[in-house]
């Protein structure tokens, strides 16, 4: 208490000055009084922390209804999938969880689910005027059709879809069984959620099949890499049309970026393995097509192109060529290609390398300072700022042409650029295009980085499932999608929706998403509401 004690000695005869001298020992007890109590919980905050239980339950607590419990938050695509099927079908639908099996269950055939998942069961019936005879009578319930799927949500669990089945006990005219959910697979043990899961860690992620397989069995599932792949090759064969869809988007774009990377095929139709080609067509919206040819023939790109009449922006690979005939579709070349062979030079001619790098600097200075503005804002800033650069790097170009060797590396670099010069340089009166090719460069990535795990496809069917998968997730990532949201309610949507147009990413997106996120967030505050 420094500042305010004092011995009794000391202490003041006035009673006005001891009045304050007490009342300022007070404020100075209460203040200690404080800090204390404040340090005595932060110790109790850290014992608890790192002694006692993480959870903060209450006992004591009254219990809330099962099926409105906050936990059920977990089962919020559940939820909404069984409501969704029930008013499409005309039934009622509940859903609720049942305690995991604590023995093992029996039977021959398939391989039984694991006995200590959690479950959930969702139950379809029929209402109640569907609940009479044709003769007049009552239907009365005689039993249920079960099916088991493994659903993958934030947990791992046995996903039980029970149609109820009803009889007439007058005429016994037949059994009514209540319509539920479509199978995304026939016959297939993995439900929307887990296939979803499944595709994006293979084609997101990279995971091989083996590695899954390997994840999947630490959790106890005995799930084979071949289940796995067929999966993913039938999900392939139920979206190839809308893959066909993004193609007609794609070539319906005023200008596409594509690329190509090998990959290679471990048993070819000779019997050995070759090497294949993934190739990209890329538009500015983000729509990624996918193609996978056994080779790198030009027939590939020209199967895909057709009658294209846009512009192609590519780097120089002579396959393209028939593509620029006359009247077909207008080229334009990478800069980033021929900065690159300047790039390769310095170490033979760094003086001469650096005078082309440093104007392509320039160049590049000139996008960045336009990032953002419109095609014709970005023509004219072009106009204006970058034809001065190309118009003074084409002359110096010309002048070295003569005076270097053409097969040394500058000679090459230059030599190419010249070649290139009319396609170089046909972005700067088009705000359209870009100064490169990086964007489709980008977009072959994920297949560079997954050769890497995966490291081939075992036959050209794995090439083509990739192609059609890849494609709509990329396609998803570009505009900001949920790729296991979207491929989870496009598996439930596939089997009734006719226009490919609205299940695309973009057709989703517009027409589904908002639908999604407004029917999950009214299952939120009706579980919130209930509590």
């Known amino acids: 208490m420094s500042g305010v004690t004092t011995r009794n000695t000391e202490l003041p005869d006035d009673v006005e000055a001891l009045k304050s001298l007490v009342l300022a020992h007070r404020a100075e007890i209460d203040k200690k009084d404080c800090r204390i109590a404040h340090l005595e919980h932060n110790v109790e905050v850290y014992k608890r922390l790192a002694f006692g239980k993480s959870s903060e339950r209450r006992t004591n607590a009254p219990k809330a209804d099962s099926n409105a419990n906050q936990g059920y938050l977990f089962m919020l695509d559940l939820i909404e999938e069984a409501e969704r099927t029930a008013k499409a079908k005309d039934c009622a639908g509940s859903i609720g969880v049942e305690k995991p099996a604590t023995t093992p269950r029996k039977g021959g055939g398939r391989k039984k689910l694991p006995p200590h998942l959690p479950v959930v069961r969702t139950v379809y019936e029929l209402k109640g005027e569907d609940r009479k005879c044709s003769c007049g009578g ?16 934030e947990v791992l669990l046995v996903h039980k879809i029970a149609c109820k089945k009803y009889a007439c006990r007058q005429c016994q005219d037949g059994v009514r069984t209540a319509p539920g959910p479509d199978r995304v697979i026939e016959k297939c043990v993995l439900g929307k959620g887990f296939l979803a ?4 860690d293979r084609f997101c992620d990279h995971m091989p099949y083996y590695r899954l397989e390997k994840k999947y069995g630490r959790e106890g599932l005995a799930i084979s890499r071949s289940v796995l792949q067929r999966s993913m090759t039938k999900l392939g064969e139920l979206f190839e049309p809308l893959h066909e869809q993004l193609r007609q988007d794609v070539m319906e774009s005023e200008v596409v970026f594509t690329d190509d990377t090998p990959v290679t095929i471990a048993q070819s139709e000779t019997g050995g393995s070759k090497k294949g080609r ?18 790198r023939e030009q027939g590939g790109p020209q ?3 057709g009658e294209y009449k846009g512009f192609i922006q590519a780097d120089a690979y002579a396959g393209y060529d028939q593509l620029f005939l006359p009247g077909r579709a207008t080229e334009a070349a990478c800069w980033a290609h021929a900065r690159r062979k300047f790039v390769d030079a310095e170490t033979s001619d760094p003086d001469l390398a650096r005078n082309a790098v440093d104007p ?10 336009g990032k953002g503005m419109k095609d014709k804002a970005l023509a004219e800033l072009r106009r204006a700022k970058s034809k001065p650069i190309l118009e ?13 060797l053409p097969k040394s590396p500058i000679g090459k670099a230059i030599g190419y650029a010249l070649n290139q010069w009319d396609a170089l340089v046909r972005y700067a009166d088009h705000g359209c295009l870009a100064i ?30 990739a192609s059609v998968l890849a494609s709509l997730l990329r396609t998803a990532l570009a505009i900001d999608l949920d790729p296991h949201i979207y491929f989870r309610d496009l598996c439930t949507r596939i089997s009734t929706e006719s226009d490919v147009t609205k299940l695309v990413p973009h057709g989703w997106k517009e027409h589904y998403w908002p639908l999604l ?6 299952i939120v505050q009706r579980l919130l509401e209930s509590r």
């Open 303 to 305: 199967r895909i192109f």
């Open 360 to 369: 392509i600097r320039e160049l590049y200075q000139v996008e960045e300072f």
């Open 392 to 404: 003074e790097l084409k002359a110096w170009l010309e002048l070295q042409k003569v005076a270097v």
């Open 138 to 153: 009552d239907l009365h319930e005689i039993g249920e059709d079960v099916r088991e799927e493994l659903e993958r949500v």
């Open 517 to 522: 996120q407004k029917s999950r967030d009214e």
């Open 197 to 200: 899961h499944v595709l994006t």
């Open 436 to 465: 490169d090719n990086n964007a489709a460069e980008q977009a072959m990535r994920p297949f560079a980085v997954g050769l890497k795990n995966w490291l081939f496809f075992q036959r050209n069917s794995g090439g083509r499932t």
């Open 278 to 295: 993934v190739w990209i067509y890329l538009d500015r919206e983000g729509r990624h097509y996918y193609d996978f040819t056994g080779n």
